[in-house]
């Protein structure tokens, strides 16, 4: 029941940054965790970065020390701020909240995903 909408993606250039927003349609209560995974076309969407409610991080090693994920709880958002962006950074970035309802247990909802292009 909970929509998630995701900006902030466009065409850089290599060693350009951009910064991902993730926004639920309504407030979550219990948010487990949130997370960006990145999927190039014809290959395995892959996770890209995770963020738990008591804010402890996980990165791909491709993006550590260039992306980092944040939330905002009072806006019911997350974050991935990309910085030195490379060409291989290319792809589709989705991003997911797992959480639990009250009423249905444990879930999870997906972005629609934001086309992040890195090229000359």
């Known amino acids: 029941q909970v929509q998630l909408v995701e900006s902030g993606g466009g065409l850089v250039q290599p060693g350009g940054s951009l910064r991902l927003s993730c926004a639920a349609s309504?407030?979550?209560?219990?948010?487990?965790?949130m997370g960006w995974f990145g999927q190039a076309p014809g290959k395995q969407r892959e996770l890209v970065a995770t963020?738990?409610?008591?804010?402890?991080?996980y990165y791909a090693d491709s993006v550590k020390g260039r992306f980092t994920i944040s939330g905002d709880n009072a806006k019911n958002t997350v974050y991935l701020q990309m910085n030195s962006l490379k060409p291989e950074d290319t792809a589709v970035y989705y991003c997911k909240v797992g959480y639990r309802d009250w009423y249905k247990g444990d879930l999870e909802v997906w972005g629609q995903g934001t086309l992040v292009t890195v090229s000359s």
């Open positions: 309504r407030s979550i209560s219990s948010i487990n965790d």
């Open positions: 963020i738990t409610s008591g804010g402890r991080t």
